[in-house]
């Protein structure tokens, strides 16, 4: 995620934003997948570090839509919920995690997050083909 940081602040992303998003979700999900199917330590250190980077991709996909496409007058009410959100959604997300890994086991409870996250890639690109077909980050929305 640290190297994708600065790869990111050296060639940013200029273009397909919207699809770049989903795409780095749906490959964290991947990612996530191959980690829990693995024995293998180099395997696991490779998926490591793509989830990282996808995550990290998808994360300053979505920060700078929100400041960039909110109302100058909503930008703080927005920006305050999506806080809460992803601060609960941690904490929820480890409160799930925790209680599949005991029902089902880690291996499983990983590879079961992961399709989860795959899965809700293709539901919300679908539900949400406006945020699909972004291209530019920093354009006008139309009216």
Do not use: H, K
């Amino acid at each position: 995620a640290a190297a994708t940081t600065f790869v990111l602040a050296w060639f940013p992303l200029r273009r397909y934003a919207g699809i770049t998003m989903f795409a780095c979700v749906f490959l964290f999900g991947l990612a996530t997948i191959v980690f829990g199917w693995s024995n293998n330590f180099v395997v696991s250190l490779i998926a490591l570090v793509i989830l990282g980077g996808a995550d990290m991709i998808s994360v300053v996909v979505r920060s700078t839509l929100i400041q960039l496409r909110t109302p100058d007058e909503m930008r703080g009410r927005v920006s305050a919920v999506n806080m809460v959100f992803i601060g609960a959604s941690n904490d929820l997300g480890e409160f799930e995690s925790g209680v599949t890994a005991e029902w089902f086991g880690p291996r499983l409870a990983v590879l079961i997050g992961g399709l989860g996250t795959c899965l809700v890639v293709l539901i919300w690109s679908a539900l949400f083909p406006a945020l699909r077909t972004i291209d530019r980050l920093n354009e006008e929305t139309p009216d």
